[in-house]
């Protein structure tokens, strides 16, 4: 078990800066999850965790202890690759043994915990098949067991369920939080699928652009998110925006008057789908684009000036196209950004 | 359209009937010729064989002959240390390549294999010179098996490693970086993960730098003399020591083929299995 600790962490590839110094302290026994779009840099930081990349500048810590210069094989890391990376000319026994027979653990002793390995994670009937044999979610399980099998400081996986479909996803996730929890080992996860940050993370990362975003719970980052970016990232459907202007402590756009708000200037309203209640009363107005019944609610796009944005409604909500509509948001839910510079304004 | 695949067919059989004819009627000629006495060489020539007639004196002669053994012997030393040393060389070289970053890495590949444009006749004076030369004491490359197979190695080399470096390339590397993960140095990661998952293209490789030194001629015949004289060289020179006895040269002639024929048999699936590598991966 091991507690990380990233001080002012960075990469470049010659002038290229892939990552901007970064701090971070992950905590042991913590499950955070690396969020963020494509080529954002989150494989980069879970491979310098892992030692297969060079790290620019900044010192890596595990437990206090510097690790930046070490060699993988020394920082008893273990890591689920987005393809799984398994050995194709082994066994799936072999596969999961190898770290314990690269570190001379007896054949006796390996096989031991190559079952209990194995039994974690239901691969028992498979122990004799080739990787090539196996389908996408059991090699995604002969990952895990060769991660598993010999008690790593930190687990570093790298959008291990990408390569699943759909249902096989949701069903791998909670097996992952449940192995985690039960283990209690720090767990470092990267994807760029919200959802399963949201479910997974003690704590989420959320990165763009080699910057970090925000760091905090899924909850903080949901209700609370820092900037544009990470408001429009998490959520789905994304956070509604209104461009307008903030004056005298108004807020004033497209659809919306007499609005209080902290700051002035060009200022950005956002506001969440589920939290809008219609009524013919509401100080927000717009007229219905389209209806977009889903089963269990009926979502409503409103024109609201040039923006669209959500309504979360009942399921039976049904109102006719190009009728305005009134609604209303709760206290404490809207939340007003500066347009400029995507920064919240509190 | 029938009776036109019909006739396609006949012609493709009947020209690799004749190309198989062409090549393989003068192996069969030397056969004959070893098994038959010396008498009988001299009679009425046929394609066929005479059973009656057939002897295996030739053979027994031969392999009775302490100077053929000797020569056969040097041969299969030479050609597998060969085979083997390059073999385990390319692989490191092609390996370093694929997974480093080298400073001038394709000018340097390049170099490699412009190393083999040359005709290889063009070093035979040079080498000559080196390995008679160079001297430790009385010692020198001359006439050594030792001599045979690095210079071999020089020629073997540049093939070889072109050859392999295509084979690792294709294998994935984070199978590499799943190793260190676990815990593996470099020289695990290339003894459990890069030779195994290589070793079809190993075997292409080792088949062809085999028979490349088993066959050589040229620098066989000048940089040796007596004692790491190979079967390929002392074939003809054999001859004539014992007089021109042309069912006995046929025997050695048929006897040096033996070994490389087996060694082809053995490897093919291997050398299939190479050749389509690169579809496989992973
Ligand atoms: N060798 C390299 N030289 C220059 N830039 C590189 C190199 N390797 C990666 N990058 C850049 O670093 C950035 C971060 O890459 P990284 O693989 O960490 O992204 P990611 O967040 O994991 O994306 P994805 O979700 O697509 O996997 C990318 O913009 C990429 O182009
Ligand atoms: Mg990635």
Redesign the interface.
């Known amino acids: 078990m091991s507690r990380v600790t990233l001080e002012a962490v960075g990469k470049s590839y010659g002038a290229v800066t892939v990552l901007k110094p970064l701090d971070l302290d992950i905590a042991d026994g913590e499950f955070l999850v690396l969020l963020g779009p494509s080529g954002c840099g989150k494989s980069t930081t879970m491979r310098m965790i ?3 990349e060079a790290i620019t500048t900044g010192t890596l810590r595990f437990d206090g202890r510097d690790v930046t210069a070490l ?3 020394d ?1 008893n ?3 689920v ?1 987005q ?1 799984y ?1 398994l ?3 082994m066994t799936v026994a072999d596969n999961i043994g ?2 314990l ?3 001379r653990v007896g054949r006796a002793e390996r096989l031991a915990q190559i079952e209990a390995a194995a039994k974690k994670v239901d691969l028992t009937p498979y122990l004799a098949r080739y990787p090539r044999d196996l389908s996408g979610g059991q090699r995604q399980r002969v990952a895990l067991a ?1 991660a598993l099998v ?1 008690s790593p400081g930190v687990f570093l996986l790298d959008e291990p369920l990408s390569n699943l479909d759909a249902k096989l996803r949701v069903a791998m996730r909670a097996e992952i939080k449940h192995l985690q929890r039960s283990l209690g080992v720090t767990m470092i996860y990267v994807t760029h699928d919200q959802i399963e940050a949201m479910t997974l993370a003690d704590r989420v990362v959320l990165l763009n652009d080699g910057v970090i975003q925000q760091v905090g719970t899924p909850d903080e980052i949901y209700d609370n998110p820092g900037n544009l970016f990470v408001a429009g990232f998490i959520g789905s459907p994304p956070m509604n925006f209104v461009e307008g202007l903030g004056a005298g402590g108004r807020f004033a756009g497209p659809g919306v008057t007499d609005l209080p708000c902290p700051g002035t200037g060009k200022l950005t309203l956002g506001f969440r789908a589920e939290d809008t209640a219609i009524a013919d009363t509401g100080r927000f107005s717009g007229t219905v684009y389209e209806v977009e019944p889903t089963g269990e609610a009926t979502y409503v796009v409103l024109q609201m000036g040039p923006h669209r944005v959500n309504l979360r409604c009942d399921k039976k909500f049904r109102p006719d196209l190009g009728t305005t509509l009134r609604f209303d948001l709760g206290a404490g839910q809207a939340l007003f950004f500066d347009t400029a510079t995507g920064q919240r304004v509190r | 359209m029938n009776r036109g695949i019909l006739y396609s067919r006949l012609l493709t059989f009947l020209f690799w009937i004749a190309m198989s004819a062409l090549t393989l009627l003068p192996v069969w000629w030397m056969f004959l010729v070893s098994v038959r006495t010396r008498a009988d060489l001299f009679g009425k020539p046929s394609f066929l064989l005479d059973v009656q007639a057939m002897t295996w004196e030739n053979y027994a002669a031969v392999l009775s002959n302490p100077t053929f053994q000797k020569y056969m012997t040097n041969s299969l030393i030479v050609a597998t240390s060969n085979a083997v040393l390059v073999s385990v060389l390319a692989l490191l070289a092609a390996y370093a390549m694929s997974r480093f970053a080298l400073v001038g890495k394709d000018n340097l590949f390049f170099w490699v294999l412009t190393n083999r444009m040359a005709p290889p006749a063009v070093f035979l004076l040079p080498l000559f010179l080196m390995f008679t030369g160079l001297r430790l004491g009385d010692w020198s490359l001359f006439d050594t098996r030792i001599g045979l197979i690095l210079l071999y190695c020089v020629f073997n080399l540049p093939f070889a490693f072109w050859l392999l470096q295509g084979i690792v390339d294709a294998i994935p590397k984070e199978l590499d970086e799943a190793a260190y993960v676990d815990g593996a140095s470099t020289f695990t990661v290339l003894t459990t993960v890069i030779f195994p998952l290589a070793r079809p293209g190993l075997a292409v490789t080792g088949i062809l730098t085999w028979v490349f030194a088993w066959n050589e001629y040229l620098f066989a015949s000048t940089l040796t003399s007596v004692e790491a004289r190979t079967i390929t060289t002392g074939l003809a020179e054999f001859v004539t020591v014992t007089g021109t006895n042309w069912g006995q040269l046929a025997a050695v002639a048929m006897l040096t083929l033996a070994p490389a024929a087996l060694v082809l048999a053995l490897v093919q699936r291997h050398i299939v299995a190479g050749l389509t590598f690169g579809a496989v991966k992973g």
């Open positions: 892992a030692g297969l060699h993988p094989r920082r890391v273990a890591m690759f393809n990376a050995y194709p000319h190898y770290p027979k690269v570190a060769r010999r």
